[in-house]
C-alpha cells in the first residue's frame, strides 16, 4: 500500500451542519466558537441554503493543522445538537472530503459531484 503523508495537510475544514429548526444553536454555537477562537480559526458565511458539496446550511470553520487538535476536541464536547463534518485540505478536495473526512455527531451524504466525484 502506497501510504499518505500527513504532511501533505496544508489546512483542515470544519463545517457546522444546521437547518431552519436548528438555526439559532448554530447561531449560538458560532458565536461560542468566536469568543474562544476567534484569534486562531477563520469563521465563514452563515450559509442558510446548501453550498458545494454540502447538503445542508452550513458555515466553515477554517484552521491550520496546529490548530486542529483543539479546535476538533472542543467541537466534540460542545456542538449540542448540530452535526460537523471535518476534512483535511490537501492537493485532492474529492479524495479530502470523500475518503479522509470524519464526522462529529451524524453522517450525512455529499455532493461529490460538486468536487468532480
Excluded: C, K
Aim: glycine share 6%; proline share 4%.
Amino acid at each position: 500500500m502506497n501510504y499518505l503523508d500527513p504532511a501533505d495537510i496544508t489546512s483542515w475544514h470544519a463545517h457546522i451542519y444546521f437547518d431552519a429548526a436548528t438555526r439559532d444553536a448554530a447561531w449560538t454555537l458560532r458565536e461560542a466558537i468566536e469568543a474562544r477562537f476567534g484569534q486562531v480559526v477563520q469563521i465563514g458565511r452563515f450559509h442558510e441554503r446548501p453550498v458545494g458539496p454540502h447538503p445542508m446550511w452550513s458555515y466553515q470553520l477554517a484552521m491550520s493543522r496546529e490548530r486542529f487538535a483543539e479546535i476538533v476536541a472542543w467541537l466534540t464536547l460542545n456542538h449540542g445538537s448540530l452535526d460537523v463534518f471535518v476534512h483535511p485540505n490537501t492537493s485532492d478536495a474529492l479524495r479530502d472530503h470523500r475518503d479522509a473526512a470524519v464526522w462529529i455527531g451524524h453522517s450525512h451524504t455529499l455532493n461529490l459531484a460538486a468536487l468532480g466525484g
